[in-house]
């Protein structure tokens, strides 16, 4: 196990730093919990990092760091039960690679692959779907260390009230060391993407959704235009996009001109309303048929920082409205297009579908232009309509509002209660949005 002092650690954004007292890179489940061990018995909080693609500062600590890079891939593959294993510092990239080759995928899938498996599943990392909920609802069984150093496996049968809350866990209950996901054969997915205006978009959205596995949109600010993406299962055959037109779509226009865009328009704000209406017809109309991961998920090159909240799936298009008519009033200049998806209501306690359909609302600014004024704004629509926000992303919510929001937050805090009374995996973050 490679330890020792540590150096500054800081988030993908950019936005989150922090310097704990202690880094360790643990080989084996053992070598975690021994580390644990000595970290409550030496004082210090807790907190185990992925890929840093939080906003939040969930994983900060002053204390030990854990970095689970050597816990990575398979450990089983259950075909009669249809259930993958893996370490929990596994990357969502290099899993979905290695189910593919054995003939198998995960059944919904967030917009990026970059995270690891327990980063993803911690913060409700979640794609869009009709009747497929979040990555954490795929979960069938979590191995983690608890504050005294002791490996706990939970699932339905097997220490259930820890299950419940672990699928969505903050970090708070402890280290998560592997996973057990629900797989199924792998299958072809056809995805349609086209522009749409936003009138139609918005007053077609139930339709939309009800006809489409997996409905998403993407509105472009300061323009009536909107890029739509539809997903469903096909017979195939598979008909991956072209490499060539792919490369342009995907690397050319969705990142590289999109990059010096927002450059562009970091400058020069006055500039953006204009560059909005070019960006958002740059992309065309496109079908194509491709096994899951490589349809559900993207490149996302350009950095920026992000808010997400969940309303109830009845109020978005009202929500949406509304956060139109904010911008054109306000003055704002925003380059980075919103992003809508939607996901069934689940029985996770802190998932942001806990018992209700869901729609999702998220904003964006570029990495190094001013953002908060845009989120201040765009927060009080979402809250008005008792929203909640994604555990990964820029908030300001604390636990009274969470606890009013999430009908089984005191069940999730009871569990934390009974695991770490002592708050070895706390942090700022986690006292301001579970308390004390």
């Known amino acids: 196990m490679a330890n020792g ?182 299958f072809l997915l056809t995805a349609r993407e086209e522009p749409m205006s936003f009138d139609r978009v918005t007053s077609d959205f139930d339709a939309l959704v009800a006809e489409n596995e997996h409905f998403e949109f993407y509105w472009f600010p300061h323009t009536a235009n909107c890029s739509t993406k539809r997903n469903n299962r096909s017979a195939g055959p598979a008909r991956p996009v072209p490499p060539v037109s792919g490369w342009i779509e995907d690397e050319l226009l969705s990142n590289g001109l999109f990059q010096a865009v927002n450059s562009v328009g970091r400058v020069i704000p006055a500039a953006i309303p204009a560059i909005a209406k070019v960006s958002s017809r740059a992309l065309s109309a496109r079908t194509y048929t491709d096994i899951p991961y490589k349809v559900f998920t993207s490149p996302r090159r350009v950095r920026f920082m992000e808010m997400e909240y969940a309303v109830p799936r009845e109020a978005l298009v009202s929500a949406l409205l509304e956060l139109r008519t904010m911008v054109e009033r306000s003055g ?24 209700r359909d869901t729609a999702y609302i998220a904003v964006h600014m570029y990495r190094g232009t001013p953002y908060q004024a845009y989120f201040t704004a765009a927060e009080r629509v979402f809250t008005a309509h008792g929203g909640r926000p994604h555990w990964g992303k820029i908030h300001t919510q604390g636990a009274e509002y969470l606890s009013e929001v999430y009908p089984r937050f005191g069940e999730f805090t009871a569990v934390r209660d009974r695991l770490d009374p002592e708050r070895r995996f706390g942090n700022d973050y986690l006292r301001r949005v579970l308390g004390d």
């Not at 890079?69 to 893996?86: C, K, S, Y």
């Open 332 to 355: 704002l200049r925003v380059s980075f297009p919103v992003e809508v998806r939607t996901a069934p209501a689940d029985d996770i306690p802190l998932s942001t579908a806990s018992a």
């Open 5 to 186: 002092k540590s150096g500054a650690w800081r988030n993908w954004a950019g936005n989150v730093t922090a310097r704990p007292a202690r880094e360790v890179t643990p080989a084996s489940v053992d070598e975690l919990a021994d580390a644990v061990r000595e970290a409550a018995e030496d004082g210090l909080r807790i907190k185990a990092v992925g890929t840093g693609h939080s906003f939040t500062a969930a994983a900060v600590t002053d204390g030990l760091l854990i970095r689970p890079r050597l816990l990575t891939g398979i450990r089983r593959i259950d075909r009669a039960a249809m259930t993958v294993t893996v370490e929990a510092g596994t990357p969502l990239a290099r899993l979905n690679l290695a189910l593919a080759r054995e003939g198998l995928s995960l059944t919904n899938m967030g917009d990026i692959m970059v995270q690891t498996v327990a980063g993803a599943t911690s913060t409700g990392t979640h794609g869009t779907g009709r009747d497929s909920a979040s990555t954490s609802a795929l979960i069938r069984g979590i191995e983690l260390v608890t504050a005294d150093g002791s490996v706990l496996t939970c699932s339905e049968q097997e220490n259930p009230e820890v299950f419940a809350a672990a699928r969505i866990g903050l970090g708070a209950l402890g280290v998560i060391t592997a996973i057990t996901f629900a797989v199924e054969p792998v």
